[in-house]
């Protein structure tokens, strides 16, 4: 019995191969690197190979792709001159994310999302979607969104978490010009510093390094979460800090701080400090008694 063995298929050829001469060889890839598209240069190259009379296989060899990309390429050129080797997205129309996208993109990012009637307190690409298409601007897809988010230059980041004040509008802008006004027309012989406290964490910081394989390095931490605070106020005239550091943040670490500032300032009479509602801040009475400034 006879088997019936299929021939394959030999690829298309194309026909005749282009005549292109060595000028116009090079004027077509420099036409592929200025389109900016990286298929498009690489039609390019394999039509000037072709053309430069290189077989189908071995343009397609040396440029690290399938034959059937040359045999493409070749016909498209045929066809439709250096047109046809242009990126078909090229003839799809305007473009969608354009200037008045990205403008009305910047505008929606200025506000939160629940400004603009959404639940949600963080935008998503496909929430920024929904918002630019009800606010007039075209539907378009997440990933579009993301190309869209990174040509204007936003970021995704860590929103900063604030405490609202509970005084009213009014009383918070006259309070903080009232604080503003004492700090530029602070005297010598009553300084006027910023104080506040911070947490130092001891323990080593642990990132991503260079290791060999199979080998992985230790680091050895205490066990315990340990911390040291440091207490500071900086003078609003002069710029000199006085610091502290301590082992808790109690009422003693404030008490330090402001004994260390009387003996910065020896000339001083009375010291205004500016800070915040702590509860350890809340010892002026001690601080007045065992040092003596009011």
Same mark, same amino acid.
């Given at each position: ?13 194309? %026909? ?12 077509? $890839?420099?036409?592929?690197?200025? $389109? ?8 390019? +190259? ?14 397609? #060899? ?17 066809? #439709? ?11 799809? %129309? ?27 307190? $963080? ?20 990933? $579009? ?95 000199? +800090? ?6 808790? =943040? ?16 020896? =000339? ?17 009475? #001690? ?8």
């Amino acid at each position: 019995m006879r088997k019936n063995r299929r021939k394959k298929r030999a690829l298309p050829q194309g %026909g005749q191969q282009p005549c292109l001469g060595c000028c116009d060889r090079r004027r077509l $890839t420099r036409w592929g690197e200025k $389109t900016g598209c990286p298929p498009t240069l690489w039609r390019c +190259l394999a039509v000037a190979k072709v053309a430069a009379g290189q077989s189908r296989a071995q343009a397609a #060899r040396e440029l690290l792709c399938a034959t059937s990309t040359v045999v493409s390429a070749v016909l498209r050129y045929r066809e #439709r001159g250096r047109a046809g080797l242009r990126d078909g997205r090229a003839f799809n %129309g305007p473009r969608k994310v354009d200037a008045r996208f990205r403008k009305n993109l910047c505008r929606v990012l200025e506000g939160t999302p629940q400004q603009s009637g959404w639940r949600r307190t $963080t935008w998503t690409r496909e929430l920024l979607a929904r918002e630019v298409e009800r606010r007039g601007r075209v539907r378009v897809s997440p990933a $579009t969104m993301g190309r869209a988010l990174i040509s204007v230059g936003a970021r995704r980041k860590w929103p900063r978490s604030v405490v609202r004040c509970p005084c009213p509008s009014c009383r918070r802008r006259q309070r903080l010009w009232q604080l503003k006004c004492w700090a530029t027309y602070a005297r010598p012989q009553e300084p006027v510093l910023y104080e506040d406290e911070m947490d130092v964490h001891r323990n080593p910081k642990i990132g991503l390094d260079w290791m060999l394989p199979g080998q992985r390095r230790e680091v050895v931490t205490p066990g315990n979460n340990r911390k040291q605070y440091v207490a500071g106020a900086l003078d609003a005239h002069t710029g000199r +800090l006085t610091w502290v550091k301590g082992q808790r =943040k109690t009422s003693a670490l404030f008490i330090d701080l402001v004994r260390a500032v009387a003996a910065a300032s020896p =000339k001083a009479k009375r010291l205004h400090f500016i800070l915040d509602n702590a509860a350890t801040h809340s010892s002026c009475c #001690r601080v007045r008694d065992r040092s003596g400034i009011n």
